[in-house]
């Protein structure tokens, strides 16, 4: 039997999966539930770059590659690791040891942010470090999610 996927954001998902769950019982089948944590999405990836650019505007002496490579290797790196034993024993065994110069040019290369083990909530962590520690460093960032309504608060 194919593997069904079920979205339990609305009571009529939810409705038809207990339902299906329910019509299993009583064919004497069973039913077995998995939880697959949500990817990142699409505003959050446009988010991401958005950010990169307000940091890259205000340095001096920054391009937004420069940034992403930064932000790649200092956030994501460590977010991954930390959420992913076999990422993180293929990074030590594999990039540990590498310079800083040789990590930094990798992050050209090296799918990070959008890995499949990257999911929408270390998506939301990524961008709330970025925004944090550039912020510490006197950038001024708004979360490209607010970006619009902050727009609109200015008035005319």
């Known amino acids: 039997m194919r593997a069904q996927t079920y979205n339990l954001a609305s009571e009529q998902g939810e409705t038809y999966f207990l339902a299906q769950v329910g019509a299993r019982r009583l064919a004497g089948k069973s039913a077995t539930v998995q939880f697959v944590p949500e990817k990142r999405s699409l505003p959050q990836n ?9 940091i890259a505007t205000q340095a001096e002496d920054l391009t937004v590659v420069d940034v992403m490579r930064y932000c790649k ?13 076999e990422f993180q024993a293929f990074y030590d065994a594999n990039l540990k040891g590498l310079s800083y110069e040789a990590k930094i040019m990798l992050m050209d290369y090296m799918d990070v ?44």
């Open 73 to 85: 290797l200092h956030y994501g790196i460590p977010l991954l690791r930390a959420n992913n034993p």
């Open 46 to 54: 446009s988010y991401i770059w958005k950010l990169y650019g307000q």
């Open 113 to 156: 942010t959008s890995r499949k083990e990257f999911t929408k909530e270390m998506g939301s962590e990524f961008l709330d470090t970025i925004i944090r520690e550039y912020s510490k460093q006197g950038y001024s960032l708004i979360h490209p999610g607010e970006a619009g309504s902050e727009a609109n608060r200015g008035g005319a």
